[in-house]
């Protein structure tokens, strides 16, 4: 089956600190890898996506790349600010076309930022 | 354009109640799909729909559980007789039919419900 394992959080950085929040997959097929964000009281929001080997996501500082070799797709930004305190799920689907909606997802690394 | 629209937010019922949960997708998609977010987890896949049909229900409980996509109107999700169990965060997402650019799937924000 599919699944996917995150960092075990909760993570508490520094404003202006480097963010790594490690990913790894399994998956039946060829997936297309996420990286939702989700703010208190708020839904999901797509923060980024990759949908092939070697493709690099990225979005408001933050980057992922897509490595079929390592079965990885780690959250990285350079320096984080306050406002990026949230959940970060990473997530995939399998199938594309409308199966990008039916996704299987991480845990959730909780990350927290102090000023 | 508004985005997915669910309602209540919050819902309170005691055991043994129906809850029933509501989703209008985004203006011009006709896919929805239903997680649930246990305390301390992250999102299960519940079940899949189009209009009408139910496409995958693989990740839905095989009891009290059901969901609904009419022609008219939003998608429901219904839990019959609910047990304390049941509390969690259910979200809905959809997204657009087949074509270039289908690569995203739109969360709303949750209904939390809670079971006393």
């Known amino acids: 089956g599919n699944s996917v394992t995150q960092m075990e959080g909760p993570v508490t950085l520094s404003e202006e600190a480097f963010l790594t929040i490690n990913c790894t997959y399994t998956?039946?097929?060829?997936?297309?890898l996420f990286w939702y964000v989700q703010y208190p009281g708020e839904g999901l929001q797509l923060l980024l996506k990759a949908t092939k080997a070697d493709d690099k996501g990225s979005n408001k500082g933050f980057e992922a790349t897509y490595r079929k070799e390592t079965t990885s797709f780690h959250l990285e930004k350079g320096s984080v600010q306050v406002s990026d305190s949230a959940v970060y799920f990473c997530?995939?689907?399998?199938?594309?076309?409308?199966?990008?909606?039916?996704?299987?997802f991480g845990q959730g690394t909780i990350l927290t930022v102090h000023p | 354009n508004a985005g997915v629209m669910q309602n209540p937010r919050h819902l309170v019922r005691r055991r043994g109640q129906e809850a029933r949960l509501r989703c209008s997708p985004m203006k011009g998609h006709s896919h929805v799909y239903w997680y649930r977010q246990l305390p301390e987890e992250g999102l299960k896949f519940m079940v899949y729909l189009q209009k009408e049909n139910i496409i995958d229900e693989s990740g839905m409980p095989k009891e009290r559980f059901s969901a609904e996509f009419p022609k008219e109107g939003p998608s429901i999700l219904r839990i019959q007789q609910v047990v304390r169990g049941d509390s969690a965060a259910y979200f809905c997402?959809?997204?657009?039919?087949?074509?270039?650019?289908?690569?995203?799937?739109?969360f709303g924000q949750g209904t939390r419900l809670t079971v006393v």
């Open positions: 997530a995939l689907s399998v199938g594309g076309g409308t199966s990008y909606g039916k996704l299987t």
């Open positions: 998956a039946t097929g060829y997936p297309s």
């Open positions: 997402a959809s997204s657009p039919g087949q074509g270039l650019g289908n690569t995203e799937a739109f």
